[in-house]
């Protein structure tokens, strides 16, 4: 059983970066895809971004293409969103996802990290 445990949110004023990291548990990870969601306050949760086993392949929503990167190490059984130029839009709880198919569906979920910009 993957579990996913996700880290480095928190407060940041707009225009600035955070870097998410999400450590994986379990034996499946370097072949599993990987994806990160956010559901910003009072709305569903939404797809951000995704990744391949490999780390080849990429997909973004394209509210967040060209300022976030997703990323993965599999030696260290991390996958990361790299997020700059942060909007306020940008704030919301994110999710970091496994998946054994690229690019979804995606069906072990972490518990979330809270990422609030500020205008």
């Known amino acids: 059983q993957v579990r996913l445990v996700e880290s480095g949110g928190g407060l940041v004023q707009a225009g600035g970066s955070l870097r998410l990291s999400c450590a994986a548990s379990g034996r499946t990870f370097s072949s599993d895809a990987m994806g990160w969601f956010r559901q910003p306050p009072g709305k569903e949760r939404e797809f951000v971004a995704a990744?391949?086993?490999?780390?080849?392949?990429?997909r973004y929503a394209d509210s967040v293409k060209g300022r976030f990167t997703i990323s993965r190490d599999n030696a260290k059984n991390t996958v990361y969103l790299q997020m700059n130029s942060l909007k306020p839009d940008d704030t919301a709880v994110y999710y970091c996802a496994a998946g054994g198919n690229y690019p979804g569906p995606f069906d072990r979920w972490g518990q979330g990290t809270q990422v609030t910009v500020s205008s």
């Open positions: 990744v391949n086993w490999s780390g080849h392949s990429t």
